[in-house]
Every structure is written in C-alpha cells, then in structure tokens.
C-alpha cells in the first residue's frame, strides 16, 4: 500500500509570512494526526482528525495555527505569521483507528523560520 | 496526563553487538500500548516494536525486544547483533484510547553502531 505522503519536504521563510503543509493518508484511513517536532526533541500533536472532523486540537496555537481536513482525505496545515520557534519538523501521520492498529508516518515537511 | 522519559540522549554500539535503550513512563490508565519508533534521517518514523500493556509476554521482532516491567513502568528497547543500518533515533511512545489513540513520545536517543 502507498504510504502516507507530505510536501513539500523542505521550507525556508521568513518570519511573519505564511506557510503550508500538505498530507495524503494511506487511502482508508480515518484518523489523521499532525504531530510538531521541534530540533532535539520527541513528536507533539498538534491535532487530530476523525474523518474530517476535528478530535483534539487542544495543543494547536490557534492564533497563527490552522487546519483542515476537506473531505475526510487530505489535509493541510498553515501558519499565520510564522515565528522563529515554529522551526520544526511537521509529521502527518494516519491510522485506521483503534489501540490494535498502529500510526504510518510521512516523511514529514522541514521548516525554517529565519 | 502521560509522560514518557528516555534517559539516554546517545548511545553507541560496536557493530555485530548488543545495546539496550531505556524507556520509563507515568500514567494512570490500565489499558494502554507502547512503542519504540526508529528515526533515521530521513526522518520517517518507523515502528520497531509494539507491546500491548495486557499482555505479560515480551514483544518480540527479529533483532528487537523489550523488556516491559509494568509495575515499574519501565519498557526497554533490547537490539542484538546490531547492525550499521540500526544508526538512527529511537523513540519510546505512550497510546492509550482515553486520548484519542494520541502518541505520546519521549525525548529520543541517538544510536550510534560502529564499524
């Protein structure tokens, strides 16, 4: 099966512009998760979609932070004005769902903010 | 709300070698699973490994087992006959359905194998 695919794979901007990142999950897929990994440190959700209905995104910066996940498939992540610390590793990863069934990760999109 | 702590930022291993990596958590719950994921730069995380909490027998996957002590909420990472690929970060992840399935990782550590 196709894995989980993100782009683009690198990004350079500069601070206050904006930025976005695109997911395709492996196809049957319902749940899709954006995880932020800053340079040193483990993956932290920033949200979680159901189909296409949000789950948890109590860790996402709503000021400058924004997702969507249109139709249940695809999904991107934006950023609104970027800032320094936004430099990171974004990870989109998608599961069928369900503590028996494990995450598949894409290769992930990294960002600097200079 | 669940931590994972991974107190071995680097670790190095002779090729052809054993090497042990340490996993403790915190939490609450009964019902949960655990993870290692290898990172290599490419930076697509890869499942290693995956142990049910429920289940007392060690995981197992060629190469790679764990040592899950639940009372001590400890789950270690045990690679044998490592190899130069194994050269990568490891992540030991925490998910329980209380939270929406939500990965919680620890900190990493970078396994280094030596020629």
């Known amino acids: 099966e196709a894995g989980v695919a993100q782009s683009p794979r690198y990004k350079i901007i500069e601070k206050r512009q904006s930025v976005a990142f695109w997911c395709n999950p492996i196809?049957?897929?319902?749940?899709l998760y954006w995880y932020q990994q800053i340079l040193g440190q483990g993956p932290k959700l920033l949200i979680q979609f159901q189909n296409n209905g949000v789950v948890d995104d109590s860790q996402l910066p709503k000021d400058r932070f924004s997702a969507e996940r249109l139709k249940g498939v695809d999904s991107t992540l934006k950023i609104q004005p970027a800032k320094l610390e936004d430099s990171a590793v974004y990870l989109c990863?998608?599961?069928?769902?369900?503590?028996?069934?494990?995450?598949?990760f894409g290769s992930g999109t990294r960002l600097t903010v200079v | 709300a669940q931590t994972v702590t991974q107190s071995q930022p680097e670790m190095s291993v002779q090729e052809a070698e054993t090497v042990t990596l340490s996993c403790t958590y915190d939490t609450s719950e009964s019902n949960y699973y655990l993870f290692w994921y290898k990172q290599p730069p490419s930076r697509q995380m890869i499942l290693v490994i995956r142990q049910e909490a429920y289940k007392q027998q060690n995981a197992t996957e060629n190469r790679f087992s764990v040592n899950f002590q639940k009372a001590a909420k400890s789950f270690s990472l045990k690679i044998s006959d490592s190899q130069l690929g194994d050269t990568a970060m490891y992540f030991c992840a925490f998910m329980h359905n209380n939270a929406g399935n939500m990965l919680t990782f620890g900190g990493g550590t970078r396994l280094m194998v030596k020629p």
């Open positions: 990863a998608s599961s069928r769902g369900g503590l028996v069934y494990g995450y598949t």
């Open positions: 196809s049957g897929h319902a749940t």
